[in-house]
């Protein structure tokens, strides 16, 4: 008798279960449907996959012998930044290089490919979806749902439009959520700054960031520290010359810097609680590439970081870098 290999055998059985729709959703009695986030296309499929999945292999088998009709389809999620990446990884790309529409069709291709093999596993795995109810969260059926739930949202008065700080990744070139992002450490400086107050004096602020120094809108001072009584004066930023008010704020970190910081529109999420709470004025200077806006006069266009040293260099020769710390870790997000 011929002799057939374990892999030769589940590979006819598992064409034979597709191709005889013996997991087919035939929609007749009671419907119990198994639908959730469907994986990224975002690589290979993982451990995390399998495990998720036979559970719900379990559940569909289980309901089917109890002669309910099961719903359980498949679906990809390639409609995301995540896909866009790999599309770029995969054929050394670029998005920017690209119109929208050619990007998308190089996305199609890529995903597709990785579809093709996420399907082969699935299969060969003998889990029970209907393979006759795939979806693709790029799919015109799917744009179409989540169009139609949006408007239903807008009716419902629960959608609204606004100017907003967002988190933004100045490669991928655009806003990112906060669930894609992962804080880092890393080391940096901490500056002492020296700035002119309008009428008379001065007063030192602490930063990690004097790159922001354009985009300063206001100085905040702690209540209780022994400066508080700068607060109402006006003071004058250092190199750029603009004059900010110097207001009170309980929120400023005392045991960090000096009492005193400089808010910049944005350096952080205090800078925007401030902005909303006290109405300050929006300086960007930084653009969406990343880059100096002109806000930073001669230093437009220089990187974050060349603008960094560049300015910090310019405030010691100006005199009004009063102290440098090296070294000290920050949150930097990535
Ligand atoms: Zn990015």
Not at 33 to 58: K, N, R
Not at 313 to 334: C, M, T, W
């Amino acid at each position: 008798m011929e002799e057939l290999r374990t892999s030769e055998v589940e590979r006819k059985w598992q064409q034979k279960w597709v191709e005889q729709e013996t997991y087919a959703y035939d929609g007749n009695s009671k419907v119990y449907a198994i639908d959730t986030p469907p994986p990224t296309v975002s690589g290979s499929l993982h451990m995390g996959h399998l495990y998720q999945h036979t559970l719900q292999d379990f559940a569909a088998r289980f309901r089917r012998m109890s002669e309910e009709s099961v719903l359980f389809p498949f679906g990809y999620d390639d409609n995301g930044i995540a896909s866009e990446r790999l599309t770029e990884k995969e054929l050394d790309v670029e998005h920017q290089d690209f119109s929208r529409r050619e990007f998308q069709d190089k996305c199609r291709e890529v995903c597709r490919d990785y579809e093709d093999r996420f399907t082969e596993k699935m299969q060969g795995l003998g889990f029970s979806m209907d393979w006759n109810n795939t979806y693709k969260t790029i799919s015109p059926r799917v744009q179409r749902t989540s169009q139609l739930s949006f408007i239903d949202l807008y009716e419902k008065g629960r959608e609204y439009r606004e100017e907003a700080p967002t988190i933004w990744c100045p490669e991928c070139g655009t806003a990112i959520s906060q669930v894609e992002m992962e804080d880092d450490e890393e080391e940096t400086g901490f500056y002492d700054i020296e700035f002119d107050l309008v009428s008379s004096g001065g007063f030192v602020i602490s930063t990690t960031r004097p790159e922001l120094l354009p985009a300063c809108v206001a100085v905040f001072v702690h209540p209780d520290s022994d400066e508080s009584h700068l607060a109402g004066e006006r003071a004058e930023v250092p190199l750029f010359g603009h004059e900010v008010p110097i207001m009170e704020d309980e929120r400023v970190d005392m045991d960090t810097g000096s009492g005193l910081v400089m808010c910049c529109t944005f350096g952080d999420q205090t800078d925007i609680e401030w902005y909303r709470a006290h109405d300050l004025d929006l300086r960007v200077a930084i653009d969406e590439n990343g880059r100096m806006t002109e806000l930073a006069e001669d230093l437009e266009g220089m990187s974050t970081d060349e603008a960094n040293s560049e300015i910090v260099d310019r405030l010691e020769d100006e005199n009004h870098l009063v102290g440098r710390r090296a070294d000290i870790p920050y949150d930097k997000n990535p």
